[in-house]
């Protein structure tokens, strides 16, 4: 597709439950970024991937998260035994190579822990 | 550390009012500032780069500018439909990431 597509784009889970988030990015994109964004908060970043290198996961909040790129291209974001604190906007970046390229976003998926 | 303040939080402006936001930063090595407008429920969507003191840019009624400490988002004669949140990101530092400030909500009344 023309643009980053994420979904699902609402979720909705009970606390305890696991999730998935699903990111496609732009075609040619060896670059891939999750963020989280919280009501008055910033964007906080999650993880990174670039090409095959080891992806950087410094961002990640705690062990329940973890994410994936299967061939270079889609990436699944999978977050274990949901907490409330988990309700968030998660958005899905790509860029052409990294680095200071330009990053564009998905819609994002709004996840709402009950 | 590495940090990004945008003022002010929320603006109210009449349509043809201009203004101008703030992003002011501490990054060590900047390589990097970017302008990004989000609207409601929708992903941030790419403004502007700027990469050196002194560099502007320009876009309809948006005019971007970077001093060594902050950035400027200038919107001149402004329009309802520029509503939105603008976000400002830095990439350099010590992370080699974005790191974005929280934005500012723009309203531009008719």
């Known amino acids: 597709g023309a643009g980053v597509s994420q979904s699902p784009s609402n979720k909705v889970t009970e606390k305890g439950k696991d999730v998935e988030l699903r990111c496609d990015p732009i075609?040619?994109?060896?670059?891939l970024y999750w963020y989280r964004q919280s009501l008055g908060q910033g964007l906080e970043f999650l993880i990174y991937?670039?090409?095959?290198?080891?992806?950087?996961k410094s961002g990640l909040p705690s062990d329940r998260f973890s994410a994936e790129r299967t061939g270079g291209s889609v990436s699944t974001l999978t977050i274990q035994r949901t907490q409330q604190e988990d309700s968030a906007v998660y958005l899905c970046?790509?860029?052409?190579?990294?680095?200071?390229?330009?990053?564009?976003f998905g819609a994002g998926t709004r996840l709402s822990v009950l | 550390e590495d940090q990004v303040t945008q003022s002010p939080e929320a603006l109210r402006l009449q349509e043809g009012e201009s203004s101008s936001l703030n992003c002011s930063y501490t990054?060590?090595?900047?390589?990097?500032l970017f302008w990004y407008r989000q609207d409601p429920g929708k992903g941030p969507e790419f403004l502007f780069t700027?990469?050196?003191a002194g560099e502007e840019k320009e876009k309809e009624r948006l005019k971007a500018t970077l001093t060594k400490k902050e950035s400027f988002l200038h919107i001149t004669a402004p329009k309802p439909e520029d509503s939105a949140t603008y976000l400002c990101?830095?990439?350099?530092?010590?992370?080699?990431?974005?790191?974005f400030g929280t934005g500012t909500l723009l309203a531009v009344q008719p």
């Open positions: 075609s040619g994109h060896t670059a």
């Open positions: 990054v060590s090595g900047l390589r990097g």
């Open positions: 700027l990469y050196s």
């Open positions: 991937f670039q090409g095959n290198s080891a992806p950087d």
């Open positions: 990101a830095v990439y350099g530092g010590a992370t080699n990431k974005l790191i």
């Open positions: 970046a790509s860029s052409r190579t990294g680095g200071r390229d330009i990053q564009y």
